[in-house]
T-cell receptor
């Protein structure tokens, strides 16, 4: 079936470095992508989203890049801080259909930021 | 921003008992809510789509008689794990889709950790 996956299950960086988390998706019909941050024992926290008519979107310290040609999504975190340590998930949805909100999640990347 | 409240945050029960988990949208109406399950160190897996005023739609492999979903109002969906067994121990998370606003981002509850002894 269709799925969303991640290349790297863990990522360790030093405080102040930039972090890049990658995600591959396989559903060509997906037109809405979201990155979530999940801390231990908590629900996913929205970070940033992007629609398929865009290839880049920036937020506060975060940037999402979308490459539809190779079905690849990435999350860039600038000046990573210890508080950024968490599991990061990408998720995809076919926002144009009645299934809006029905998300398929990637496997997740554990980000560890060392002081 | 929109808030989704989930209760309880943690529950421990004996095998064979039933457990009810509530998911509430606090400042918006949600005609559709989604229930996910997450095992340790794994991703979130969609269990079912909860539709206000109608039957829930279950994903393949999810037993509808075991995971009862009720969405009786525009702000509340409940998931009841019936006759829980240790293998049902998991982190259950709900999300809510604001009614009539397909462009809005989705919000998740804080999750419920279920431990079945």
């Amino acid at each position: 079936g269709e799925s969303v996956g991640l290349h790297l299950p863990t990522l360790s960086v030093q405080e102040g470095d930039n972090s890049i988390i990658n995600c591959a998706y396989s559903n060509s019909a997906s037109d809405y992508f979201i990155w979530y941050k999940q801390e231990s024992g908590k629900g996913p926290q929205f970070i940033i989203d992007i629609r398929s008519n865009m290839d880049k979107r920036q937020g506060q310290r975060v940037t999402v890049l979308l490459n539809k040609t190779v079905k690849h999504l990435s999350l860039q975190i600038a000046a990573t801080q210890p508080g950024d340590s968490a599991v990061y998930f990408c998720a995809e949805n076919n926002a144009g259909g009645t299934s809006y909100g029905k998300l398929t999640f990637g496997q997740g990347t554990i980000l560890t930021v060392h002081p | 921003g929109a808030v989704v409240s989930q209760h309880p945050s943690r529950v421990i029960c004996k095998s064979g008992t039933s457990v009810k988990i509530e998911c509430r949208s606090l400042d918006f109406q949600a005609t559709t809510m989604f229930w996910y399950r997450q095992f340790p160190k794994q991703s979130l897996m969609l269990m079912a789509t909860s539709n206000e005023g109608s039957k829930a739609t279950y994903e393949q492999g999810v037993e509808k008689d075991k995971f009862l979903i009720n969405h009786a109002s525009l702000t509340l969906s409940t998931l009841t794990v019936t006759s829980a067994h240790p293998e049902d121990s998991s982190f259950y998370i709900c999300s809510a889709r604001p009614a009539g606003r397909v462009s809005e981002k989705l919000f998740f509850g804080s999750g419920t950790q279920l431990s079945v002894l």
